[in-house]
């Protein structure tokens, strides 16, 4: 149930009870305020707030049913229907819409640089209404522990942590969940930092902004990998042009040593190459710290999904080979728990923390108490392993199906991390344009990622695309990727 819905009757109204009752959730559902899974009140429950007969709602909720607005489902209650007639997300207002016809400021003068030129991989906010979801960062629902967070939730809520979780933080982050990540999580990296080298972020996004605010500027030449995580790329565009890529190959980012000699600052997924899933080899990974040391270059490492490993042992994280202090190590919570979190950590010297912990202070201050502290007991409490435990059964068992799914095909050359992962980075024939397959497969319910955004912009290649499985169940995989090669057939024979 929707917290946030509230449920008034009319009594004045000509029309029933049952009736009003009816309305509210036809139009709640048609307005998008209630989503197909989304729980409903129990008829008593209901009853009772409305102050009528339980008859009446019951009656209202047959009602419903009888229409496919919402199902019983058992020991859930009353859910909205997967079939229920969700309405579209529509933008309020056009362009041309006279409430808009006030704004006199010249807008294109004042803005000091503009940021039309960022390339996003676009994610639609309804991917769930889609029948064949291969998108990627988004959870699987049904797979998450609801109950658990909501006890670790209401349990920082209750008196012995609301004093702390309302407060203000200042500098600091949570004490309890600080200490885990440096004393359960870190270490399953072979990472061991005291608390004072690491920065709670929103995300590992902030943490690479915040960092890119703090060690480059106009002077500074970094260096990416091509592809890469497209976000990454536009952060530090915003600080300098001087940028320089290596390719990616089967042992990860390929060390070009006049290339590299340039550099004040690497980025790097070293683990989980993003976004073709490689791993960076231990003999690359020690000559690049090697090269590091040679020529005084920071490292950014962004190990966003190493939890999600369920085939073999993972590789060391780059940090923990560093002994030098040249390695800025960026995680994430929010992959293995779910993107809405936005939690993640900086780890780095202590020096660099100190100042990324002033400049977050005057972004932000710091992430939300309450967030941190009912993360922190969902870590201590057990309830993360399990999660992840769960994960990764589910996960394995998806990533086989689209294996098979796609090696059915002729089409599809792809790469997926060895050791598990959420994604597969495909290559098409040489005359697709993943841009034009995306856009027709998303029209028959298919959510694929276009690749050309991965690289750099300048001529990017267009036959490469991604599709992930955390976000569809395993049993609509084989359908989902057989209607892809389908669309394929048929642009195929377009520009034959």
């Known amino acids: 149930m929707l917290e946030s819905l509230i449920f008034t009757l009319d009594s004045d109204a000509k029309t029933s009870l049952q009736m009003q009752i009816r309305q509210i959730f036809v139009e709640a559902i048609l307005k998008r305020?209630?989503?197909?899974?989304d729980k409903l009140p129990s008829s008593r429950a209901l009853a009772d707030q409305l102050s009528v007969s339980r008859n009446t709602v019951?009656?209202?909720?047959?009602?419903?049913m009888d229409n496919e607005y919402i199902e019983a489902r058992p020991r859930s209650g009353y859910v909205v229907s997967a079939s229920a007639p969700v309405g579209r997300l529509e933008v309020a207002l056009s362009e041309d819409d006279p409430a808009l016809s006030d704004d006199k400021v010249d807008w294109e003068a004042k803005l000091i640089a503009p940021l039309e030129e960022v390339r996003l991989v676009k994610k639609p906010l309804n991917w769930r209404e889609y029948e064949f979801p291969f998108i990627y960062g988004q959870t699987d629902s049904t797979l998450f522990a609801h109950s658990q967070w909501r006890d670790c939730s209401r349990q920082a809520?209750?008196?012995?942590?609301?004093?702390?979780?309302?407060?203000?933080?200042?500098?600091n982050d949570d004490p309890m969940l600080v200490n885990y990540i440096c004393s359960r999580s870190l270490p399953r990296r072979g990472i061991q930092v005291a608390q004072t080298q690491l920065l709670v972020t929103l995300g590992a996004q902030n943490a690479l902004y915040l960092v890119a605010q703090l060690?480059?500027?106009?002077?500074?030449?970094?260096?990416?990998?091509?592809?890469?995580?497209?976000d990454l790329r536009d952060i530090v565009q915003r600080r300098t042009d001087k940028i320089l890529t290596l390719p990616v190959d089967n042992e990860g980012m390929v060390l070009d040593e006049d290339v590299l000699s340039q550099a004040d600052v690497v980025c790097i997924t070293p683990s989980h190459q993003c976004p073709t899933t490689t791993t960076m080899s231990l003999q690359r990974r020690r000559d690049l710290l090697a090269l590091a040391n040679k020529y005084d270059f920071l490292i950014i490492e962004d190990d966003y999904e190493f939890e999600?490993?369920?085939?073999?042992?993972?590789?060391?994280?780059?940090?923990?080979?560093?002994?030098t202090g040249h390695v800025i190590y960026v995680g994430s919570l929010s992959k293995s728990l779910f993107p809405g979190l936005r939690l993640g950590y900086l780890v780095a010297s202590v020096r660099l923390i100190e100042q990324a912990r002033s400049l977050r202070h005057l972004i932000l201050r710091h992430p939300p108490g309450h967030t941190q502290r009912t993360a922190a007991y969902f870590l201590a409490l057990g309830h993360y392993e399990a999660q992840l435990r769960r994960l990764r059964r589910h996960l394995e068992v998806r990533r086989e199906v689209l294996q098979d799914a796609l090696e059915k095909e002729n089409y599809f050359e792809q790469t997926a991390s060895h050791f598990g992962g959420t994604s597969f980075w495909i290559k098409g024939p040489e005359w697709l344009d993943a841009r034009l397959l995306a856009k027709r497969a998303a029209e028959q319910g298919i959510l694929i990622e276009a690749g050309d955004v991965f690289f750099a912009p300048e001529n990017p290649p267009l036959n490469y695309f991604r599709v992930a499985y955390s976000s569809i169940a395993s049993e609509k995989i084989p359908e989902g990727i057989e209607r892809l090669a389908r669309l394929l057939d048929d642009m195929k024979t377009e520009v034959a």
């Open 33 to 37: 305020i209630l989503l197909p899974g």
């Open 58 to 64: 019951n009656l209202a909720y047959q009602a419903l």
């Open 157 to 171: 809520l209750g008196l012995r942590d609301f004093g702390n979780t309302v407060g203000d933080f200042g500098f």
């Open 215 to 230: 060690l480059i500027d106009s002077q500074k030449t970094v260096v990416i990998e091509d592809p890469s995580y497209p």
């Open 308 to 323: 999600m490993n369920f085939i073999e042992k993972p590789s060391p994280a780059l940090k923990s080979l560093d002994k």
